[in-house]
């Protein structure tokens, strides 16, 4: 392990390192645009110039290897000149249109210009002109002015996707980055080059204008969309309503898990998210009609002791809400798993199974049950839906059916569909995105999603609305919060045993079987 | 011909390599020649003959100027307009071509005969003006020869002067229509690959070199035999020798006479190359222009083959060699050893990041050898007159001669064969006979358009590598252009910065942006707009490129910029402040 200094610190650094990721492991931060971890090195930028004593000429710091004794200056006069140098030239044909660049505020050319330029600028030809706002794909404008051929986006659909839709054409000043005439950039990961673009040539098509990024709020959390659990940020505006017509979410970003998803989302993943703000289910309804809370739990906790419960619970919830199940409902027949067909799924990113807490149901021994069919032949006659629409996985003339049957037909979900409208009960469930909890990816890891802003209107989350039950109906369990209830289950279920919410902390946990 | 009927012929050129995207040109030219342009459809064809993606054969079409997207007419006529063409005429020549035809650069006469391009240095510049006609180099293009191109009469085959004296390179020059097999087994060919292969190790071979003290004439001056030693000798992966013939470098014209009339002692250069560094498998690039001299170097191929000096167990040595000739495209960079080991590969001419070095990880990441074809062309000598004699020739750390290229404002261009260590006057005086219609010297720039420009006053200087670095400047390729009093050197550096700009490959951010950002300030000037704080920019612009890249491509451009604005700037002033031109003998500004 090779010792060397950079900025007059001493860093151990691994064998085969470069300096770049010697001096980010010591928290010195060195400007790049073409160096990505994720990507090949191809050392065009040229902005992560630094001095390495003994060098007659500044070093890319991406490129270099470490070296036992090596000397690093990142902010001698030498580098900060050659930083500058290099600024001003991927500035000079820029258009510098920040104003209507929905990269402003988190662009590098910008950030990097005001931490190392600040230079008057020289340049006073006719610049460059070439294309701007190209669709090239459903999610991503393509802006070829602004690109400083970086090739981050190259090497992405090169080296991760494999699809090569990306080409830099022509060369010199000229050179410009664009797709072969008539073909698109739509392959299942196509927007996070948009991620990777350090400056304004890569944007969102669906984020487009929406949003000023300084007003945006960031949480971490999960992606509900498949069995995979890669880790996203949530992207929202609570108090702006004249954004984006209200909508808080305004977009998702993939957060770094080298164990998940590395820097990478799908594009299924990334956008799946319009149901949060939008076909909300927001009151209690009772045989469609408005109702309240108090009302719908008094009067369910008082008829379900009479009657024969079966409970459809779902991967869509959290382990903390599937466990408080097992609990409330102990005397139910209970299953987890329902008719879906498998998604679409590759050898990637993104798996089959579109729930994003499937393993966590079986460890809690959710077992598979056909409790429709339970229902159909008047086995039981309370049946409690969490989430699923019916209609949809077993037709309309099922829900009818089971609608006209059952004595009590709950429903608690995020979305009106037509099961609320049939159930007896409609209950307005909170979205993953509105409550703590955990979810067990396909591989067995534990991650926790977080509540990036409280549940819409009158809905609540599962947990809290089975823990007032079990309250009502006598079995009361002591737990105010999630945080507590996994504590409840870490103690008593093996495969979580001796976890809690520190220990799986923001990259999650991997258990194994 | 459809794209079905070339798959046979695709199919063989894959086979040639070790990986299939390296036929990407190869099958591109195979397009453009049977087909006469490259359509989205060939280029599609292509990428599922490559297994690569359409963006990136994309990427090769716009890259290399030489490929077309678009039908062109039935002949191509490519006038060169670069420095050492200009400094003869070129921009007239262009003119009269223009009117004559009633077609601007980049159109087609309406009758489809005639395609008119403006091209950058052809390395012809013993012929300037001159232009390439199909496959044919044209010219001096003055007076007569430019009447006959006009109305499209037969042009002769141009008599340039060249060397043909010898003692180490030239002495087969003097066979016009090249010296072949018989002719240069005659010739004592062959002897030094022979006892290369039969009675040497690749250590004493390596020793040999090095005590010639034979640099690297490409350019670079890089010691031969040290290069070689960097190959490591055990190694799992093939070992490869690419033989540089991509010349290009504006003022330059030597490798192209070797390739047309001495193309054995190249071959068996790079046998002794192949033995010294144990590869069996050696890569000639031939810069794409260079049809008549790539036809000729692989008619000495074949013969090579015939003859049993190619192949398998060459001569009963045990030892193999086969070769492969690899077309370039268009594009100057790719002489740069890294950029065409990457153009090679079936990459669009990028130089590539260091470490690691060829030598270790080069073609297809195995060790690999680049060597130019002067720098080869000499290894027969030193091998059969030893190398004391060759080290003899020329300086205490350069040994042998060198072809100079001398272009521009002499009494007589032409290729010259002459001691390492001359000095330039006795090339411009002596060889070149002088500065034409008895005019007097201005400037000089030694070793190519990248090289730092020397004054009149200046040309007491030995041309080998040391010499001309201490004088601040290079000895580069050896290109000679030769600048008299009338030349504006505003019109100079304008046709550098243009070079430069033309052939960045757009790589590195300063170089991409540099480039351009100098020439538009240069034309600038040029068309009287100059600006006070402009020569400062330029300067500074140029300083901001140095030493901040992949390769040296930018010093190279910024080096034009810093000698030619330092050492005139009274005249650059001139223009600036008067947006007249001081060499212009009206006193007006140097062009409209």
């Known amino acids: 392990m090779p010792a060397l200094t950079i900025d007059g610190r001493r860093i151990d650094a691994p064998d085969g390192s470069t300096v770049i990721q010697a001096a980010e492991q010591a928290g010195i931060f060195i400007a790049r645009y073409c160096y990505h971890p994720g990507l090949s090195i191809a050392g065009n930028c040229r902005i992560c110039l630094v001095e390495v004593e003994k060098n007659p000429k500044l070093q890319i710091a991406c490129n270099t290897p470490v070296m036992e004794g090596m000397v690093v200056h990142t902010n001698s006069g030498k580098a900060e000149d050659g930083r500058r140098a290099v600024l001003e030239f991927l500035l000079a044909n820029h258009p510098l249109d920040c104003p209507v660049c929905d990269q402003s505020g988190e662009c590098d050319l910008q950030n990097f210009y005001m931490n190392f330029g600040l230079y008057d600028p020289r340049f006073e030809e006719q610049k460059v002109k070439k294309k701007k706002a190209v669709a090239i794909g459903p999610h991503v404008m393509l802006d070829q002015e602004r690109c400083i051929l970086c090739s981050r986006c190259v090497r992405f659909t090169d080296e991760i996707t494999k699809t090569g839709e990306f080409g830099i054409f022509n060369r010199g000043d000229k050179a410009e980055l664009g797709l072969f005439p008539g073909q698109t950039l739509d392959n299942a990961y196509s927007a996070n080059v948009i991620d990777i673009c350090p400056v304004g040539a890569l944007t969102e098509m669906d984020f487009r204008f929406k949003a000023r990024v300084w007003y945006l709020s960031s949480a971490p959390s999960v992606c509900n969309g498949c069995a995979q659990g890669c880790n996203i940020d949530v992207h929202f505006v609570l108090n702006r309503p004249h954004l984006n017509d209200g909508a808080r979410i305004m977009r998702l970003k993939p957060r770094y898990n080298p164990d998940v998803n590395q820097w990478w989302m799908c594009d299924e993943g990334r956008f799946g998210f319009g149901w949060i703000d939008r076909g909300r289910l927001t009151k209690v309804l009772h045989h469609g009609v408005q109702s309240a809370w108090d009302e719908a739990m008094a009067a369910i906790a008082s008829s379900l002791p009479q009657l024969r419960l079966g409970v459809i619970a779902s991967a869509q919830l959290t382990v903390e809400e599937l466990f408080l199940i097992r609990e409330v409902f102990h005397d139910a027949q209970i299953t987890a798993s329902v008719p879906e067909a498998p998604g679409s799924s590759d050898d990637f990113l993104i798996q089959a199974d579109k729930n994003p807490n499937t393993l966590g149901a079986a460890w809690l021994g959710f077992a598979q049950r056909d409790i429709v069919h339970d229902a159909l032949q008047g086995r039981i006659d309370a049946l409690w839906v969490f989430g699923h629409d019916l209609a949809k996985l077993f037709g309309e003339e099922t829900l009818q059916e089971l609608s006209s049957k059952l004595r009590l037909f709950v429903y608690s979900g995020t979305n009106e569909n037509p099961t609320s409208s049939s159930a007896t009960w409609a209950l307005p469930a909170a979205a993953y995105l509105e409550k703590e909890g955990t979810f067990v990816n396909c591989h067995g890891r534990i991650q926790r999603v977080r509540q990036a802003f409280p549940p819409l209107l009158d809905s609540r989350e599962d947990w809290r609305l089975l823990l007032d039950l079990a309250r009502q109906i006598n079995r009361p369990r002591h737990y105010r919060n999630p945080q507590e209830i996994f504590l409840g289950l870490a103690a008593t279920e093996v495969r979580f045993k001796n976890l809690n919410y520190e220990a799986i902390g923001t990259q999650g946990f991997p258990l194994h079987d | ?592």
């Open chain 2, 1 to 592: 011909m459809t794209l079905e009927e070339l798959e046979p012929k695709a199919r063989e050129m894959i086979g040639r390599y070790e990986q299939p995207r390296a036929a990407a040109l190869p099958l591109l030219w195979l397009v453009q020649d049977n087909l006469g342009h490259i359509s989205s459809e060939a280029e599609f064809w292509i990428g599922k003959q490559l297994a690569m993606s359409v963006a990136h054969v994309r990427e090769l079409v716009s890259f290399y100027t030489m490929f077309r997207m678009k039908p062109a007419g039935r002949r191509e006529l490519r006038v060169c307009t670069s420095l050492p063409c200009q400094l003869r005429g070129a921009r007239d020549v262009l003119a009269r071509i223009e009117t004559h035809f009633k077609i601007r650069p980049g159109e087609t006469t309406p009758d489809g005969e005639l395609t008119l391009s403006e091209v950058e240095c052809l390395c012809a510049c013993e012929l300037a003006p001159m232009a390439q006609l199909d496959e044919h180099f044209i010219g001096p293009l003055d007076g007569d020869t430019l009447g006959l191109l006009l109305r499209g009469s037969r042009i002769p085959d141009p008599q340039p002067f060249l060397s043909t004296g010898g003692p180490v390179i030239s002495s087969r020059f003097r066979y016009p229509d090249g010296a072949w097999f018989e002719t240069y087994l005659a010739d004592g060919g062959y002897q030094s690959a022979g006892k290369a292969l039969l009675h040497m190790t690749p250590d004493q071979i390596i020793e040999q070199v090095s005590a010639a003290n034979l640099r690297g004439l490409g350019g670079a001056g890089f010691p031969a035999g040290r290069k070689w030693s960097f190959v490591p000798k055990s190694s799992p992966k093939p070992r490869y020798l690419v033989v540089n013939a991509d010349e290009g470098e504006p003022g330059t014209f030597k490798d192209r006479y070797i390739l047309e009339r001495d193309p054995h002692a190249l071959l068996e250069g790079m046998l002794i190359a192949a033995r010294a560094i144990g590869s069996h498998k050696a890569y000639v690039y031939i810069r794409g222009e260079y049809i008549r001299p790539a036809r000729r170097f692989a008619r000495a191929v074949e013969e090579a083959y015939a003859n049993g000096w190619l192949g398998k167990n060459i001569q009963g040595s045990s030892f193999d060699l086969d070769v492969v000739i690899h077309r370039g495209a268009g594009a100057y960079i790719c002489g740069e050893e890294t950029a065409l080991l990457t153009s090679l590969e079936g990459g669009k001419g990028f130089p590539r990041l260091k470490p690691p070095f060829p030598a270790i990880s080069g073609l297809f990441q195995s060790p690999t050898i680049v060597n130019n074809v002067e720098t080869l062309a000499c290894l027969p000598f030193i091998l059969r007159h030893g190398p004391e004699r060759f080290a003899a020739l020329g300086t205490l750390r350069q040994g042998g001669t060198r072809l100079f290229s001398v272009g521009g404002h002499v009494s007589r261009p032409g290729l010259y064969e002459a001691p390492a260590g001359v000095s330039l006057r006795e090339l411009i005086y002596n060889h070149a006979q002088g500065i034409r219609n008895g005019q007097r010297l201005k400037a000089v720039i030694p070793g190519g358009i990248s090289a730092k420009v020397l004054t009149a006053e200046e040309i007491d200087v030995a041309m080998d590598f040391d010499s001309l670095t201490a004088a601040g400047t290079m000895a580069g390729s050896a290109g000679v252009i030769v600048m008299d009093e009338s030349t504006c050197m505003l019109e100079a550096l304008l046709a550098a910065s243009r070079f430069f700009a033309h052939e960045s490959c757009g790589q590195c951010s300063p170089c991409r942006e540099g480039t351009g950002w100098i020439h538009r300030i240069v034309r600038r000037i040029w068309a009287g707009k100059g600006k006070p704080q402009d020569l400062d920019h330029l300067l500074a612009i140029a300083g901001d490129m140095e030493g901040k890249t992949i390769c040296v491509f930018a010093d190279a451009a910024a080096w034009p910029v810093q000698s030619y604005i330092t050492k005139f700037r009274s005249e650059f002033e001139e223009h600036v402040h008067t947006g007249r031109c001081p060499a212009s003998r009206e006193a007006v500004a140097c062009r409209p």
